[in-house]
């Protein structure tokens, strides 16, 4: 069960890292200019939302991490985790519910080299909102919840690593068993000399 815990975080994180970073780069406002303008334009996610692609890396870098970092680490990863699922969320949702001009002003800047908030406001007939908002929405309520879940069984979680499988072995061989030469490796980098006989029990 714990090491299913740990897998499904991990595959969940950096699934929905995945999708806020392609959403980053898809439509999320249909604005429709007036006075003549040549053309509509059709505003991202990374310019409606600046952080989102960053924020969706990070995820992808933290998912990623899960899957090796000790107890500690996990639990930090979760809380920060969290913290990226309320920032995307609070980011996203006045998008989602009625794009402000600052949504979509640097867009149509972009595109009419019409500077100022309400220069920009006076030129959109209308602003639309795709369904990309609403997935980036549902991707920081998952990651909230993959995150609270890191912090509640991640420091149970199994610890993998040739030392640990290295410790288990040397634990079920008999104290007077030889010792292979990557066991003896793993002696030396821990600071203890394999040559040296264990006092008797």
């Known amino acids: 069960m ?3 815990a740990r897998l499904l975080s991990v595959l969940i994180a950096l699934a929905a890292g995945a999708v806020g970073t392609i959403s980053s780069t898809q439509t999320w406002i249909h604005v429709v200019l007036g006075d003549g303008a040549s053309a509509d334009v059709a505003v991202a996610g990374a ?7 960053p924020l969706c890396l990070a995820v992808l870098a933290l998912g990623a991490a899960l899957s090796i970092v000790g107890r500690i680490l996990r639990l930090v990863f979760g809380a920060i985790t969290v913290a990226i699922a309320v920032l995307l969320f609070v980011l996203t949702l006045p998008v989602l519910t009625g794009p402000h001009v600052d949504a979509y002003a640097p867009a149509v800047t972009d595109t009419t080299g019409i500077t100022g908030d309400s220069a920009v406001a ?3 007939v209308s602003a639309t909102v795709t369904a990309w908002p609403a997935v980036s929405l549902l991707v920081a309520v998952v990651l909230a919840l993959v995150g609270v879940f890191v912090l509640v069984t991640g420091y149970g979680w199994a610890t993998g690593g040739r030392k640990y499988d290295t410790a288990a072995r040397r634990a079920a061989l008999p104290a007077d068993a030889p010792l292979d030469a990557i066991d003896s490796w793993d002696d030396l980098s821990r600071g203890t000399d394999p040559t ?4 008797p029990r």
Not at 47 to 53: E, I, M, R, S
Not at 196 to 199: F, G, H, N, R, V
């Open 2 to 4: 714990i090491r299913r």
């Open 47 to 53: 310019d409606a939302v600046p952080v989102l692609a």
């Open 122 to 124: 006076t030129l959109v």
């Open 196 to 199: 040296t006989p264990e006092p």
